[in-house]
């Protein structure tokens, strides 16, 4: 009994579990299917607003489309239209622009620039921009937001754009230096050194065009010598000298001797004959021309056939003086040199301007021992006690006898000093970074000039003067002390021994410099036409060629033959 009851109540207790776990289960289902179908109303809730969306969207659509006979689209496909980015991008383009050629114009007006056609084309390409934009053919291009953009007036829209484009960098370009001060600044740079390098270019062609002028010479002067020694081969026995015995006046030294050593015929004459002009006692005066064996029957034809007043003039050839040889002259030997020859004679513009400061030293007219005569004044004319020096480019306009009245302090060589501030101070023509130089010489010392200078000979063979021009010209074979020329060797064989003249006996430049003055010219004893520029020559300074051509003796029949001066 008591396995029966347990059994029964074993059994109520399993039947009451189960009721139990059926009674939760049906709530679970309860509950998912209240949930699954709350979230079917949602869903149903979204797909149908979606479609009255979606039908709202397509009826606007319609109706657009009537309106514009356009082909219709959905939103989505007109969002994926590949004309629509390219669209935008050319309209940012040309509102970037547009806006930078606004700026451009109203920071042009704040400059306030006194080219206001700048700020008109700034404004005019900003309105251009909003014209462009605003035409109605283009306007529909961004009115449209969602029918198909046509491609052809897209391209045409892009073209005009991108030129408009082109023409604003290209404006802008051009006007930036007026906003950008760098700019400005390196661009007024680059102008000043391109316009240096110019210069420095046209500098050098014109020292090389004025050294081949100085080298010519003119047709009318060529003329004068050929018919000069036609003159001489025609009558020799007329102007033989060689037979007659040497005049006394020649050695002299109570007279007043000039020495000219020159192989241009009509300068030598014009020295010669505005000296016996502006002197009172003509016959007191000997000239002495030196030149070289192919002008020796030029000359002497040409002093032959006038009369100069009782003057006193000998005229010889350098081949005459037999002591001058390479043995004896320095300079000889070295003009034999063929490096010395091809320095003066290559006449390419890259040799010829190397050394611009010196230009004029490359006158081949230093190769000739004519231009070395001076430093050999003593031996040459060894009876004489004083003797001015004058070369062939000076014109005499006063009396010379009072500097035979001067007081030489024991002094050799009378001249007038050109120095002024640093200008003209040995420095200039020497090597100073040379010890021999340094330690001989002071580079602050005033230079002075050639052309007209008085020398004592008593005093030169007493200081030895043409022993110490050798010495130096030997130690220079290299030309590692001065640079070439007769004015460098002649500062230093005279160093101390120079006696300075009133700058009124001497007036140089008439050469190079036009803007010397008329009075200061007027008051000197003697002007000097050193430079390139002389005044023979087709290039002279036309202000002072009169002053020059006034001394011509265009009387003479042979310098009319030649049509000299025309």
């Given amino acids: 009994m008591k396995a029966m009851a347990w059994n029964l109540g074993r059994n109520y207790r399993n039947v009451a579990l189960d009721r139990a776990s059926g009674h939760r289960f049906r709530s679970s289902m309860f509950r998912f299917r209240y949930i699954a179908g709350f979230l079917t109303i949602t869903i149903s809730l979204f797909l149908a607003a979606s479609f009255l969306l979606t039908a709202s969207s397509s009826s606007a659509d319609l109706g657009f489309g009537s309106v514009h006979g356009s082909s219709r689209r959905s939103m989505l496909a007109l969002k994926s239209d590949p004309l629509k980015p390219r669209l935008d991008q ?35 390409l900003s309105r251009n921009y909003t014209d462009l934009i605003s035409k109605p053919v283009y306007r529909a291009l961004f009115d449209s937001d969602a029918n198909s953009i046509d491609e052809t007036v897209l391209r045409r829209f892009e073209k005009e754009v991108k030129e408009r484009i082109k023409l604003t960098r290209q404006v802008i370009a051009e006007a930036k230096e007026a906003f950008d001060n760098q700019l400005k600044i390196h661009k007024l740079k680059d102008t000043i050194f391109a316009l240096n390098e110019l210069l420095t270019k ?8 004025s050294l081949i002028a100085a080298k010519s010479i003119p047709k009318s002067l060529h003329c004068l010598a050929l018919r000069l020694m036609e003159e001489r081969i025609a009558h020799p026995d007329k102007y033989n000298e060689e037979a007659n015995p040497p005049k006394p006046e020649f050695e002299d030294p109570k007279l007043y001797h000039y020495a000219i050593f020159s192989d241009n015929v009509i300068a030598a004459s014009v020295v010669v004959n505005s000296a016996v002009k502006n002197t009172k006692e003509p016959w007191k005066h000997v000239f002495h021309v030196v030149t070289d064996k192919m002008n020796l029957g030029a000359m002497q034809v040409m002093f032959k056939i006038k009369d100069y007043s009782g003057a006193h003039i000998e005229v010889k050839a350098v081949e005459d003086y037999k002591f001058l040889n390479s043995s004896y002259v320095p300079v000889l030997k070295q003009l034999e040199s063929s490096k010395l020859q091809q320095f003066y004679f290559e006449n390419r513009l890259e040799n010829a301007t190397k050394d611009t400061t010196n230009m004029k030293f490359r006158n081949p007219k230093y190769l000739s021992i004519l231009n070395h005569l001076r430093f050999y004044l003593p031996e040459m004319y060894p009876k004489l006690h004083k003797i001015l020096f004058l070369d062939d480019d000076i014109v005499v306009q006063k009396d010379l006898t009072g500097l035979w009245k001067i007081d030489m302090d024991g002094k050799v060589n009378g001249a007038v000093e050109t120095c002024f501030g640093s200008f003209h101070r040995y420095a200039q023509y020497m090597n100073f970074s040379h010890p021999l130089i340094k330690a001989r010489f002071s580079p602050k010392a005033c230079a002075w000039a050639y052309g007209m200078n008085f020398f004592d000979l008593d005093a030169w063979r007493r200081e030895k003067c043409t022993e110490e021009y050798h010495y130096w010209q030997n130690l220079n074979e290299n030309r590692t002390l001065w640079k070439l ?31 010397i003055s008329m009075d200061e010219i007027n008051n000197a004893a003697v002007i000097h036409f050193n430079g390139n520029m002389k005044p023979w020559l087709d290039i002279a300074i036309t202000q002072f060629h009169p002053l020059w051509a006034k001394y011509v003796d265009y009387e003479n029949e042979y310098v009319q033959a030649c049509n000299f001066g025309l």
Avoid at 202 to 209: I, T
């Fill in 90 to 124: 050319i309209r940012k383009q040309a509102d970037d622009h547009r806006a930078l050629a606004s700026a451009y114009a109203a920071y042009a007006r704040k400059l306030k620039l006194e080219h206001s056609k700048v700020v008109r084309i700034f404004a005019d």
């Fill in 202 to 209: 046209a500098k050098k062609q014109g020292a090389f065009s």
């Fill in 485 to 515: 020329g007769t004015l460098p060797p002649g500062l230093i064989t005279y160093y101390s021994t120079t006696k300075p003249l009133d700058k009124s006996w001497h007036v140089l430049g008439l050469g190079y410099n036009p803007s």
